[in-house]
């Protein structure tokens, strides 16, 4: 079974367990439809596919054009995994985040220094890979989904 982490902010990527290598597919440079190929690909390997994708949604004092964007990616995403008949499951950032163990430490940690974070976590369970600051929520997103895989929740 491959089990996919779906980060799709602005500089999103997937993630997923091939085996015991972690594949990392950044949609930053990448074109829509080389985007879909990529769903295609991993639905065509004959093995069984689950994702989750993280839920997200616009917040206050995000500009309209961006926001628009934000959502069209997302809505773009859940259509490719529709169109893959890739089973999904939504999560909420701060759900996944505190299951895995990492929190934002309340208003005192800025944006940055918790992305940060986030990536310095993701290297240590992951300590084979160079992990950057760009692919660290997805492979956190799929590290969460392997958790409640092997709860029997996913």
């Not at 991993?42 to 069984?48: M, P, Q, V």
């Amino acid at each position: 079974m491959i089990v996919c982490g779906i980060d799709p902010g602005q500089s999103g990527a997937m993630a997923y367990l091939d085996g015991k290598t972690v594949v990392v597919v950044r949609f930053n440079k990448m074109t829509e439809h080389d985007i879909a190929n990529q769903f295609k690909l991993l639905k065509a390997s004959g093995r069984e596919v689950i994702a989750v994708l993280e839920s997200v949604h616009s917040f206050p004092g995000q500009g309209v054009v961006s926001t628009f964007k934000f959502g069209m990616g997302f809505g773009f995403l859940k259509g490719c995994l529709a169109a893959t008949t890739i089973p999904y499951r939504l999560v909420i950032p701060m759900r996944w985040q505190r299951e895995i163990g990492i929190q934002k430490r309340g208003k005192t940690e800025t944006k940055s220094a918790f992305k940060l974070r986030m990536k310095g976590f993701a290297q240590r369970l992951y300590p084979e890979m160079k992990i950057t600051a760009d692919m660290a929520d997805a492979i956190l997103i799929m590290h969460y989904a392997l958790t409640k895989k092997k709860e029997g929740i996913l």
